[in-house]
């Protein structure tokens, strides 16, 4: 063909056909830890609202903040420490709540094996973490999963290297391209790569910022696309 479009998500075919890529934090190669949410609903979820972060709708931080707490204690009451700092339950519809409370960490997304043990792992965290909320009663009474992700959520793989490279200064400055292709406004999140140096995440601030076309062409191979996470911004050095 012509052109191509790598949609693998890692960057797969780029890497096959030769492309440079970054993967990792720059220095040690510590990728952002992955992520298994599930589904979940209880009795009377109305009941739950002063542990649910995201309550229809609202992102007031207090709230959030306070809610985040006040689960992190009812899972430590039941003898479950999550792997994630800021465990979270999201209203997602009317009675059906989103749960996430797990970071699988030191797991390169390239690696099969890696992979499947990261997934047996989050799944059976989430049930555990589950089993120890319903146990209390109160609220959480009849709390159980009744869905969860087909796959474990990856926040970073293979970076290919492409013909521009949004940089954390360009998304500070909000970046304009007469070549963009979306602009996104979301902040930049960077996760704990490694429980031992915090559990929790950090963020910054961002101006709406364009995506050029050029940072989804490949710089090695003429005719190849990226799309998704394969094609990404530079992370900071620090």
Known sequence: ADTVIDTSGNGDVAALAGCAFDLGRPGD????PLTLMALVTAD???ALRPWVSFWNGSLHWPDRRDAVQRLGASLAEGGITPTYGHPTLFQVQDRVLALMIDHQYGVSAIDGGQMSQATLRA?????RAVDALRAQGGPFTGLRIVASAEQIGIREGRRIHGRYRLTVDDLIAGLRAPDAVCRASFNIDLHSVRESEGRGLTGQKVAPYDIPLRCLVARDV?????AGRAAIIQPPTN
């Open 44 to 46: 009377d979820v109305p």
């Open 123 to 127: 799944r059976r965290d989430l049930h």
């Open 222 to 226: 003429d005719g190849l696309l990226m």
């Open 29 to 32: 190669g510590a990728c952002l």
